[in-house]
């Protein structure tokens, strides 16, 4: 039997774990050899990097101590390095004490782990072979299976590069649309980002670049930008950043294709438009008059609107204005092109609602950087309003909208519905006993593990606060019931960390069926009432509205 996500991280977990005491060894042993002999820039250089890489994965698993004392210790080597002398004794005494506390805490933690597994009745993910693929490059192998399981749940395949020698054969033989890179090396800062470039200048490649550090600070992000990175990705980051980077980054096959109005009169220009953007994989519709414009965007339903500047009894301004009236297509992008190169003219086309301008005559991938980029910016946009940030899911309150028209079409047609409120435990507690940064921590895990387990058709929310709603198309609420009951079962067996301490957490539910509420606010009012019954019955219990 293939192992579950959950069991594969627990793994890599434990194998992280058990490397602890070796890299300790390691650590000590390096700094032994910087405070007794001459001092060796390449000795610093190397005990840097073995607690650069503690970090990466240790915040990632809840081990906030682990990385909080390894972070100051690697910034107090850095400032020795900067200082290249041999460090005083009021400095070897100061990276002494970081070292022994260091040491404490993996101590602590190899004393107290124990090995566990999640429970089996978790469904696995299949990664279709043409699914997109993306590469790995780090030289930290832990942190590279953990990204890859992470990409893998998300259903892209991963291939992992530990040795830079190897990245740009890599690249040619298998074409990965994209690619994640670290930005540190061996210790070596701009290794990974020189890499990139070095490769950029001996061939012509366009697949977006990921640039990672475990240090999230203004220089890692310059660098990606300077290195001409699509992305930054902090190595703390949860499955929903993660989620929304590579929708953006990579979009889906599977997902719709990226779709372009084009509105202009002369079909020649248009078509020139048109065969440039269907040759980048955009689907594009063609409109040569102002007349139906709104009934076009209506039906088309455009990511972008590409719209020439001078046409026949209206101009650009007029129809960007025309379209900005409309509440429902404030949002669409409006790219107008045009040869003009009066600077008052094209700052115009900005006042009326549009939103980038392209001068006329452009060459071919120029036109498709502006398209792509505003789809993108469109796209993070509307993810930054609809979705939490702390967890990745939608927001239930910005979405109430299309959750009531679905409900309305269940009712039309007389099928099944279910909503499920939720609420974590003793939340507070875990707040007031860990900390807060522990407790965001489990409603990020708690997210990943709804996510990972319901169906496609089931909608995930965050409520606000350890409240999350779920919405259930199509479903009874005894189907809800039997549904939430094995969500609530496993995730109660589930083990949260916090440094060397191990605890559970469980949820009490409340579950609404549309045969005894047909409007969203009855149903959330039952629902509510549900999920207080819940808790009343003593909690980690589901209850159906009557």
Known sequence: MSKTLSEKIEEIRDHFIESLPIRLETIRGRTKQLMTEEWNQETAQTLMFEIHNLRGFSVVNSFTTLNDIAAKTEDFIAELREANINPSIKNQKTLKTLITNLGDCINDICKQIQTHKENKNVRSHDINSKSPLILIV?????????????????????RSINELNELANSIQIHQ?????????????????????????DAEDISVPIVFMSARDGMNSRLKAVRSDGAAFLSKNFNLGELKNLVDIIVPFQKNRAFKVLIIDDDKISASFCSTILEHAGINVSCLYT??????????????VILL??????????EIASVIRQHQNFSAIPIVIMSSETDFNKQFKM??????DFILKPFKPHHLIDTIMNRIQR???????????????LLLFNKIKDQVSNLLESCVRYNLD??????DLDYFKQINDVYGH????????????????????????????????????????????LRALNALREAFAQRLQHADNKEFKVTFSAGIANINRFQDLVALLAAADQALYRSKEKGRNTIEIAT
């Not at 102002?290 to 990511?303: G, K, T």
């Open 138 to 158: 780090d030289d930290d192998t832990i942190f590279c299976n953990t990204l890859a399981l992470q990409l893998e749940h998300l259903g892209y395949r991963t």
């Open 176 to 200: 990965p649309q994209a690619i994640f890179m670290d930005i540190i090396f061996n210790g070596q800062t701009n290794v990974g980002t020189n890499m990139i470039k070095a490769i950029r």
């Open 290 to 303: 102002h007349e139906n414009i709104l009934e076009s965007i209506v039906n088309f339903d455009p990511d």
């Open 308 to 317: 020439d500047m001078y046409m026949p009894n209206v101009d650009g301004f």
């Open 350 to 355: 900005h006042s009326v609602g549009a939103d």
């Open 378 to 392: 469109s796209r993070q946009t509307k993810r930054l309003i609809y979705t939490d940030g702390l967890t990745g």
């Open 417 to 422: 519905f279910s909503i499920a409120l939720i």
């Open 437 to 480: 940064l522990i407790g965001d921590q489990i409603l990020r895990n708690f997210s990943e593990f709804l996510l990972s387990r319901v169906r496609k058709s089931d909608i995930v929310t965050r409520s606000g606060g350890e409240e999350f709603t779920i919405i259930f198309p199509y479903t009874n609420a005894d189907n809800a």
